[in-house]
């Protein structure tokens, strides 16, 4: 690898791998990367984003790129469902110049780097071992945790032997406190085609954004929750909320707004929030329609009262079961006399509820199926979704299990003694158990002792079949898109949806 300056700032490539398993990728920008380049921009670092999602040639489109651009290091963002592309875009990277160093950041490597710490405390040598050691072959620099103030360490890394940055611990001084957070600069959205993103709420022309970092709850099935960065609530203030709503509607004219926090009312000020968003709409003469997620069991018809007034028109709620045994298997600390009620306080103010069901969990059977669809029936939320679960590196499912089998996996919920049996995966090449596909194609790669992956699949399709019927959802595949969350020859140059940097006016952008 030939030399890199990394104390005089020289162009840094931010790299947005494509989903390919969803049906609309051109939904929702990427957020997290984008704070990573607002952050780098204001630190002077002239900053490119390469926005891969929704281009089906999209090595051939990195190859081009990477052959003419002044930088030297690509950073890419990604998800465990991203892997199988993104590990392609890494390739064709380092085919257009193999002198070219690469970083890896986001969920999937913090996943990983978290399972693979813990096995290290457990003195074993299993699969996060041999992710990691794949991210290793794959990428320069791994970085784990925050990616903020992490890019630089990470920058720095590239001249060295160090291959993992981790900012996954609440002790780094590169973890994004609630101060910090506060502190740092919104995304850089003028780097990417914000008008090539379509998203409506009831009408309203939306975008997203994030509120507050973190879910503090230890649910089964969830990636994170090893990981400080997925485990620790992260708050910001409500003016500074307040303020980037206001930005986002005169700047680029949105009056719709998914808040894509694990739980909105987690955040104790709440009601504060949703206030100031009401006098917002107020001072600038206009209204907002808005859409978030709430955790059931802390949601209150007080709450219900003031998200309503304050434009929200639609909650999602990961309920995910209507067996009472599979919500205990889960840890998911509610009831489900605490979903159906959460339901009833969203309808009683008007407000639609989407119900995000999965099934595929310890102790799953045919019975437990039948409970949630008999829940899905009595409770008639007004959209739902009902997936497969994955065991996610970074899960209790996937850290806590046992090889029983060759290539079999079994994690056992102590309490009960229920079991989850999954197969062997490789996250770099496997991305379809995340696909949500209406004409077929659904895999499942778990089983029970009670139901196969095959039942599963089909318990799956008949459940969905039978609840949109009488309670009549249509299926809607641009909705599926978002919650299954959710060769040209020669080219001239790319178009300006695909590749975007800042200007120099832009480098000194905050979040005032």
Request: glycine share 6%; with cysteine.
């Amino acid at each position: 690898m030939s030399a890199f300056n990394t104390t005089v700032p020289e162009k840094i490539c931010l790299v947005i791998p494509p989903s390919v398993f969803l049906l609309d990728e051109r939904v929702f920008t990427t957020l997290g990367i984008l704070k990573v380049a607002a952050s780098l921009e204001v630190a002077g670092w002239p900053v490119e984003v390469l926005d891969l999602s929704g281009f089906t040639n999209y090595e051939e489109i990195t190859r081009l790129h990477v052959a003419q651009s002044e930088a030297r290091i690509f950073a890419l963002t990604t998800t465990t469902p991203q892997m199988p592309a993104t590990a392609n875009v890494a390739a064709a990277v380092r085919e257009a110049r193999p002198d070219a160093a690469t970083i890896i950041g986001g969920p999937h490597p913090t996943l990983i780097a978290a399972a693979l710490k813990y096995e290290q405390k457990q003195n074993l040598e299993g699969r996060a071992h041999k992710a990691f050691h794949q991210l290793e072959k794959m990428f320069d620099v791994i970085v784990a945790g925050d990616g903020e103030d992490a890019i630089f360490e990470a920058i720095a890394a590239v001249e060295t032997d160090q291959v993992l940055v981790d900012a996954d611990s609440s002790s780094s001084p590169m973890f994004l406190t609630s101060k910090r957070l506060d502190e740092s600069p919104w995304p850089a959205r003028h780097l990417v085609d914000l008008e090539s993103y379509k998203y409506e709420i009831e009408g309203y022309r939306a975008t997203s954004l994030i509120a507050q970092l973190g879910c503090p709850f230890n649910c089964g099935f969830c990636g994170g929750r090893q990981s400080p960065m997925l485990r620790r609530i992260r708050t910001r203030t409500s003016k500074n909320i307040i303020d980037e709503l206001e930005f986002l509607h005169l700047t680029y004219g949105y009056r719709g707004f998914m808040f894509y926090d694990d739980e909105l009312n987690v955040n104790k000020d709440i009601v504060q929030l949703m206030d100031g968003i009401c006098d917002l709409q107020d001072k600038l003469g206009t209204d907002f329609r808005l859409r978030g997620f709430v955790k059931a069991e802390l949601f209150t018809a007080e709450q219900a009262e003031v998200m309503y007034r304050a434009g929200f028109r639609q909650l999602l709620t990961g309920f995910e079961s209507g067996s009472p045994r599979i919500l205990e298997n889960i840890n998911k600390k509610a009831t489900r006399d605490d979903n159906s009620r959460a339901v009833e306080f969203a309808k009683s103010v008007g407000m639609k509820v989407k119900a995000l069901m999965s099934l595929g969990h310890p102790g799953e059977s045919h019975q437990t199926v039948e409970d949630t669809k008999n829940w899905l029936l009595e409770a008639e939320p007004d959209d739902f979704d009902c997936t497969i679960i994955t065991t996610y590196p970074g899960s209790p499912y996937y850290d806590h299990a046992l090889e029983t089998k060759p290539g079999i996996w079994t994690y056992e919920y102590k309490k009960t003694g229920d079991r989850l049996h999954a197969y062997e995966l490789d996250y770099n090449v496997t991305a379809d158990y995340y696909k949500g596909d209406p004409d077929g194609g659904y895999k499942a790669y778990v089983f029970s002792d009670h139901i196969s992956s095959e039942e599963l699949v089909a318990a799956r399709d008949a459940l969905e079949k039978e609840v949109r019927e009488k309670l009549n959802i249509p299926f809607n595949p641009s909705a599926a898109s978002v919650n299954y969350e959710h060769s040209m020859g020669q080219m001239g140059p790319l178009p300006a949806n695909i590749l975007r940097a800042s200007v120099p006016e832009q480098t000194q952008r905050k979040a005032a």
